[in-house]
């Protein structure tokens, strides 16, 4: 059974960091792109960062470019988010997703 399990989500001030992780299991995860999306509360979801299987040619939501780094490690299964200079507006459920499977979701919270 295909599984992509997030980690990382936490509560943090505004101008803080999170790592988020998103391991992958029963997949063959070094020959799919990855994807980061989001959902805050009462909104649709929406698309946060893409990285192709290498790893190259990362893409971003307008709203976090420069403030977000998307990377991989195919020898470990997992894709990462980094996530620095954290805004209110950031809080939400980020979720990992891939070839049409979702991850259960992890929350981040930014409040002062």
């Known amino acids: 059974e295909v599984q992509l399990v997030e980690s990382g989500g936490g509560s943090v001030q505004p101008g803080g960091s999170l790592r988020l992780s998103c391991a992958a299991s029963?997949?063959?995860?070094?020959?799919?792109?990855m994807n980061w999306f989001r959902q805050a509360p009462g909104k649709e979801r929406e698309f946060v960062a893409a990285i192709s299987w290498s790893g190259g040619t990362p893409v971003y939501a307008e709203s976090v470019k420069g403030r977000f780094t998307i990377s991989r490690d195919n020898a470990k299964n997992t894709m990462y988010l980094q996530m620095n200079n954290l805004k209110p507006e950031d809080t939400a459920v980020y979720y990992c997703?891939?070839?049409?499977?979702w991850g259960q979701g992890t929350q981040v919270t930014v409040s002062s």
């Open positions: 997703n891939s070839a049409g499977y």
């Open positions: 029963a997949f063959t995860f070094s020959t799919y792109a």
